[in-house]
């Protein structure tokens, strides 16, 4: 495969690769929420979550409806989603998390807001 056939794939993974994206996706697997909800449920900024939520949006992850003045989001897919989530965290623990020590990506790399409210996915076998 060629750069331009893989492109796709990179640009979803990229909208996947950060760590208040993913705690949001966890949140909404359960069902919709409001920004506020997130706000409080992950101890963000409101402008966080938009932005992030705008960002997930934009690569057709989540969907949003308008309810009186707020907006509700929810999943756009949410089977793929749950599976791709699901094989991320399979495949995190059939390496020993090996990618936390990945100099350029692993703990440490950098340091991304969020990350602390990010959790394994055990609801997700429920979820189904």
């Known amino acids: ?28 697997t359960v069902g919709e929420h409001r920004v506020r909800d997130l706000t409080e ?11 992030h939520l705008a960002c997930l949006r934009d690569c057709g992850l989540v969907t949003s409806r308008p309810e009186g003045r707020a907006s509700m989001f929810s999943l756009t897919t949410a089977p793929e989603l749950l599976a791709v989530l699901a094989a991320a965290e ?8 090996a990618v936390e020590l990945c ?13 602390e409210h990010l959790k394994p996915h055990e609801h997700l076998e429920t979820a189904r």
Request: proline share 7%; charged share 5%.
């Open 103 to 115: 100099p350029n990506y692993g703990v440490g790399a950098t340091t991304t807001p969020g990350a």
């Open 1 to 28: 495969m060629d750069a331009a056939t893989l492109a796709p794939a990179a640009a979803l993974f990229h909208g996947l690769s950060d760590p208040a994206r993913l705690a949001i996706l966890q949140h909404l």
């Open 41 to 51: 449920h992950l101890g963000l900024a409101q402008s966080t979550i938009s932005a």
């Open 90 to 97: 399979q495949l995190l623990a059939s390496t020993g998390y």
